[in-house]
């Protein structure tokens, strides 16, 4: 089956650690995001990746890096920088082109700070 | 600036009442209106893309409209299992980033 994967599913980090989300797809898809989502709110944009080894800020990076070594995998990394990190993650991916380039979710690591 | 406001921010149906919900967008140039479903606590779930005033879909009990300045997600005869919070989202030619809105929570109630 085609799809995103994510893991670990829920993850739990004391103050001060980093710690990386990972994000795999076997779509073929070109690009890849990265978002956050609060209780109530909306999503917001991490990163973004729309080709191997390059990759972009979104409204929120502060704190937060990535990579792009592989075109099926995007990990994010949350690092101490980040204040708040409490939230639901959320990767995605899509094609790149006029026509077809809807976006696609993986089920979502939930990060809690202890 | 690029913003989608969807409206209401909840909604409560009885079972086989029919409704809509809004998505309103200022892009510049757009290049394509996407509509998502999410359960509590998983990853959005594709419905429909729109790319043109007037294009219409359908699925199920799901009917997605465009116009130039909105779109609408109807809901016919609701059941209790489409309870779930309604995204909206829209992506211009002028940027390579998708815009959200805060969604729509729906509960249908049997």
């Known amino acids: 089956d085609g799809g995103i994967t994510q893991s670990p599913k829920y993850l739990f980090r004391k103050e001060g650690q980093n710690v990386t989300l990972s994000c795999e797809q076997n779509?073929?898809?070109?690009?890849m995001y990265w978002y956050r989502q609060d209780p109530g709110q909306g999503l917001r944009l991490i990163y973004y990746?729309?080709?191997?080894?390059d990759f972009q800020k979104g409204d929120i990076a502060e704190g937060y890096s990535v990579s792009r070594e592989k075109k099926e995998s995007f990990p994010l990394t949350v690092t101490s920088a980040q204040k708040n990190p409490t939230a639901f993650y959320l990767c995605?991916?899509?094609?790149w082109g006029v026509g077809t380039d809807t976006q696609y979710f993986g089920p979502g690591t939930r990060l809690t700070v202890l | 600036e690029d913003q989608v406001t969807q409206s209401p921010e909840a909604l409560r149906l009885q079972e086989g009442e029919s409704s809509s919900l809004n998505c309103s967008y200022t892009?510049?140039?757009?290049?394509?209106l996407f509509w998502y479903r999410q359960d509590p606590g998983k990853g959005p779930e594709f419905l429909f893309t729109?790319?043109?005033a007037g294009e219409e879909k359908e699925k199920e009990r799901l009917k997605a409209t465009l116009t130039k300045k909105e779109s609408f997600l109807h809901i016919t005869a609701p059941k209790p299992e489409d309870s779930a919070t309604y995204l909206c989202?829209?992506?211009?030619?002028?940027?390579?980033?998708?815009?959200f809105g805060s969604g729509t929570k729906l509960n249908v109630k049997p």
């Open positions: 990746s729309q080709i191997v080894n």
């Open positions: 729109l790319y043109s």
């Open positions: 989202a829209v992506k211009g030619y002028n940027f390579n980033k998708f815009y």
């Open positions: 995605a991916s899509s094609t």
């Open positions: 892009v510049s140039g757009l290049r394509g």
């Open positions: 779509l073929n898809h070109d690009a």
